[in-house]
């Protein structure tokens, strides 16, 4: 059995026994949720620690209802503005190294203070704020670390941490997205956290609002490595008009559709929301492309 011995309030317990080897070794980690060793408990609250002699404190109102010394406890790791190694079993919205959206709590002398579902709200720094921002509206961060002094920050200037020098996606592949910005060219993603691309505003058929997560598909590499990103599986038809693209898209996951040019006009908007007229024109967009077969039963999707 390992043997501890007892030093200063947070110098303590120190291993005076290697670690078995096949134990994962612990390290506490600034910004990151993780299992720490509890290994004693104060008035306060209690110290947890690493393999490597760091320790952090977790106050008592957040202390779990099994305690024992030499348990394990998860928790989320920040420095408070003494630079004190804290701990907390709150969840918090987003680690570091993650992009998340935040609304602003407060602006402050220092920059825009996010709630980020801790006491301790996340700093913006000014020189971090792509653009000024503003009390209560919502932006896309990236949660950061300051390697100098180890305290956690974020950032709006969201381009800093997209790199695609080295791509670890393919054409038609299929990626994750997370939308940071709109301009008349289109949707700036961020594909699988990593790189960024772009959705033309040509290819979009559908709502999307800055923050929102959706999958998307690898359209086009180009030479300087910029990636063109679409929304429909490569391969699909892309329709310009969106009542066409909705129908298409609902008959290529149906098969069928009890409905023909002869339904009712209230049939149709409880199914689409969308008038007659509208859908009419949308079927006989994919009627005349040889895309539908419409029968007495409905409308047959034959792609």
Wanted: charged share 30%.
């Amino acid at each position: 059995m390992d043997r501890w011995s007892v030093g200063e309030p947070w110098r303590s317990l120190r291993r005076t026994t290697p670690a078995a080897p096949y134990l994962a070794v612990l390290v506490i980690r600034t910004g990151r949720t993780q299992d720490l060793i509890i290994l004693r408990h104060t008035s306060e609250g209690l110290i947890l620690g690493d393999d490597d002699d760091a320790e952090a404190f977790l106050p008592k109102s957040g202390s779990p209802a099994h305690d024992a010394d030499g348990s394990t406890v998860r928790v989320f790791v920040y420095r408070d503005k003494d630079g004190r190694l804290m701990a907390t079993t709150r969840p918090v919205k987003a680690q570091v190294g993650e992009f998340v959206q935040l609304r602003v709590r407060a602006i402050r002398g220092a920059g825009a203070n996010m709630d980020w579902g801790l006491d301790t709200d996340l700093l913006i720094p000014h020189e971090e704020q792509k653009k000024d921002m503003e009390e209560g509206r919502w932006y896309v961060v990236r949660v950061a670390l300051d390697t100098r002094t180890d305290q956690i920050y974020g950032s709006t200037r969201i381009e800093n941490f997209l790199d695609n020098t080295s791509l670890t996606v393919e054409k038609g592949e299929a990626v994750a997205l997370m939308v940071f910005s709109r301009s008349d060219l289109g949707l700036s993603v961020i594909v699988n956290d990593v790189h960024q691309g772009l959705v033309h505003a040509n290819e979009i058929f559908k709502p999307v609002s800055i923050g929102d997560r959706i999958t998307g598909y690898v359209k086009h590499i180009r030479e300087d490595n910029k990636l063109d990103i679409t929304l429909q599986p490569i391969g699909y038809r892309q329709y310009n008009d969106a009542n066409t693209a909705l129908l298409a898209k609902r008959l290529r996951s149906q098969g069928l559709l009890h409905l023909t040019d002869k339904s009712s006009a209230e049939e149709i908007h409880a199914e689409f929301g969308i008038s007659k007229k509208a859908f009419k024109k949308a079927l006989g967009a994919l009627y005349k492309e040889r895309k539908v077969r419409i029968g007495e039963d409905g409308i047959v999707w034959i792609g």
